[in-house]
């Protein structure tokens, strides 16, 4: 079955400190591969997506995420988070056809203190 | 920059009601979804709508549910007779092929 794992339910970091957020898929196919924000109060928002290429793709914020074929993986890393980028973040899938589901990871909440 | 947008942003209604959730797509976009998260889980996918016609739904996606773009603005989600478990937030989102979706932000859902 179609699925996104998440790693990590809640990360608290201290601003400044680096971060990386775990994702792995099982999806079978060519995948297009996705990291949505929803920051306090607000909707999902595209933080970084990869559809082909460089593996490694750079996104709004400072996010980056490598996309890792043989380990169905997708992690987000930022080098140095900030107060402002506490948040929900939400890993997803879909095949590279249009009109498909989306798969959503489960989500992985970040407090950043300052 | 255009944006989906969704009313009403909260809806409350009593169990067996029919309800419907409205969302406008960005205009040029071809394929318009549906999803849905229940509190404190994952968001999940319902159903997705292209050229006036279901493409793809989820197990989720029974027959109490239905979609329709009434006119060429419009899309939108019924719920003919609620339970309480249909208590969620409803995201609508729009695409076109190559791009990913964007999304609204939400009518929360509150069956009573």
């Known amino acids: 079955a179609q699925s996104v794992s998440q790693h990590n339910h809640h990360v608290i970091l201290s601003e400044a400190a680096s971060l990386e957020l775990g994702c792995n898929y099982s999806?079978?196919?060519?995948?297009?591969l996705f990291w949505y924000v929803q920051y306090p109060g607000q909707h999902l928002q595209l933080l970084l997506k990869?559809?082909?290429?460089?593996?490694l793709v750079k996104g709004i914020k400072g996010f980056e995420a490598e996309f890792i074929k043989s380990k169905f993986s997708f992690n987000l890393r930022k080098p140095s988070v900030q107060w402002s980028d506490t948040a929900e973040y939400f890993c997803?899938?879909?095949?590279?056809?249009?009109?498909?589901?989306?798969?959503f990871g489960k989500g992985t909440t970040l407090s950043v203190s300052s | 920059e255009p944006e989906v947008t969704q009313t009403p942003s909260h809806q409350v209604t009593q169990m067996g009601q029919e309800v419907i959730l409205r969302c406008v797509p960005i205009s040029n976009h071809l394929y318009f979804y549906w999803y849905r998260q229940i509190l404190g889980q994952k968001v999940e996918f319902l159903v997705s709508?292209?050229?006036?016609?279901?493409?793809?739904k989820s197990e989720i996606f029974d027959d109490q549910f239905s979609v329709e773009r009434p006119d060429g603005s419009n899309f939108t989600l019924k719920i003919r007779s609620t339970k309480l478990e249909d208590s969620a937030m409803y995201f609508c989102a729009s695409n076109n092929p190559g791009y990913e979706q964007f999304f609204g932000p939400g009518t929360r859902l509150t069956v009573l």
């Open positions: 709508f292209y050229n006036n016609e279901i493409s793809e």
């Open positions: 997803a899938v879909t095949a590279n056809q249009a009109g498909t589901a989306l798969i």
């Open positions: 990869y559809f082909s290429g460089d593996p």
């Open positions: 999806y079978g196919g060519t995948v297009n």
